[in-house]
């Protein structure tokens, strides 16, 4: 049920939605249904998801009375670890030592 991911605080709305590691790096097509329209973005516009931030889209919250503006949309992930054997956490730690280099 879409409306379980929402909730709101005045004229915001905030939308939560689990996602995996890979997701969070890489991105994810999401869907929501917003009134009569559907917003179709892939996450990785954010760049790598921060599970402890807030995402926005402006002018996607609910109508402000007496006005022509909206609030905004605030997206929120909670990032799903997977649990890793050590081989598969050493392949990992490879792998980003590689993609990410540190100054």
Same mark, same amino acid.
């Given at each position: 049920n879409?409306?379980?991911?929402?909730?709101?605080k005045g004229n915001d709305l905030y939308y939560k939605l689990n996602i995996t590691l890979t997701e969070s790096i890489l991105g994810k097509d999401i869907s929501i249904q917003y009134f009569d329209e559907?917003? &179709?973005?892939? @996450? !990785?516009?954010?760049g790598i998801i921060n599970p402890n931030k807030q995402y926005i889209i402006?002018?996607?919250?609910?109508?402000i009375m007496n006005t022509d503006k909206k609030g905004n949309m605030f997206l929120e992930f909670t990032?799903?670890?997977?649990?890793?054997? &050590?081989?598969? @956490? !050493?392949?990992?730690?490879?792998?980003?030592?590689?993609?990410?280099?540190?100054?």
């Open positions: 879409e409306h379980q991911h929402f909730s709101r559907i917003i &179709k973005i892939n @996450i !990785n516009q954010f402006k002018n996607r919250g609910l109508p990032i799903i670890y997977p649990k890793l054997e &050590k081989d598969e @956490i !050493n392949n990992l730690s490879s792998i980003l030592s590689k993609a990410f280099i540190y100054k």
